[in-house]
């Protein structure tokens, strides 16, 4: 088991996993999972290039499908060793998972407006919120910390990547909620710094 001590290291990088079919199909995956497409595995592929020579020296994925089938490319491609974090794993949609916003409000009326009055402390009927999710943030840091030999790669989803940015950038609630993370970017954070590879 993995301490859950602060270890978070000085220099990191973040990745999303690649296009999945769910993602085509505008539907929400939280911690249900569909497969990369051909255009996801070029992403991984894409992504694992530009991170040879970058001295990562493990990496850190969640332990979805989506997120390990991208890992795996990279960590095969850069060499180094992959270790799965719990912790890592999309914020969990409860009810909604699995489902498009259509579908959302036709079965949860009113749902979508409760939301977007509340984004950062409304929770996914079953699931969890972003404030929740920000707390796993900092323990799947230093999770990675932990787990990592040398500078680690943390391979993850959108909503629980906003949340890890956020948590090494010292971002508040809005600040977190700004960021973007689209599909075959690769970011270094390092310092509180960041930049996109």
């Not at 051909?38 to 989506?66: F, H, W």
């Not at 997120?67 to 850069?78: L, W």
């Not at 969990?92 to 079965?107: N, P, S, V």
């Not at 939301?115 to 323990?139: D, H, I, L, V």
Request: with cysteine.
């Amino acid at each position: 088991m993995i301490p859950q001590d602060r270890h978070v290291p000085e220099r990191l990088y973040l990745a999303r996993h690649g296009q999945t079919t769910w993602n085509l199909e505008h539907r929400l995956q939280g911690q249900l999972d569909s497969p990369l497409t051909a255009d996801g595995i070029a992403q991984a592929n894409a992504m694992a290039a530009r991170l040879a020579g970058t001295g990562i020296g493990t990496v850190c994925s969640s332990p979805l499908g989506r997120a390990v089938q991208t890992a795996e490319i990279i960590a095969a491609r850069i060499g180094v060793e992959l270790v799965q974090v719990p912790e890592l794993a999309e914020l969990h949609h409860g009810e909604f998972a699995g489902m498009t916003w259509d579908e959302i409000d036709e079965q949860f009326p009113g749902a979508r407006e409760e939301r977007a009055a509340n984004r950062w402390g409304w929770a996914f009927p079953g699931g969890e919120s972003y404030a929740q999710a920000r707390a796993r943030a900092r323990k799947a840091l230093s999770s990675c910390g932990w787990a990592s030999a040398g500078v680690p790669l943390l391979v993850s989803h959108e909503m629980i990547g906003r949340m890890l940015r956020a948590e090494l950038r010292g971002l508040d609630a809005a600040g977190a909620l700004s960021l973007r993370h689209p599909q075959g970017v690769v970011f270094e954070i390092e310092r509180g710094a960041e930049r996109m590879l």
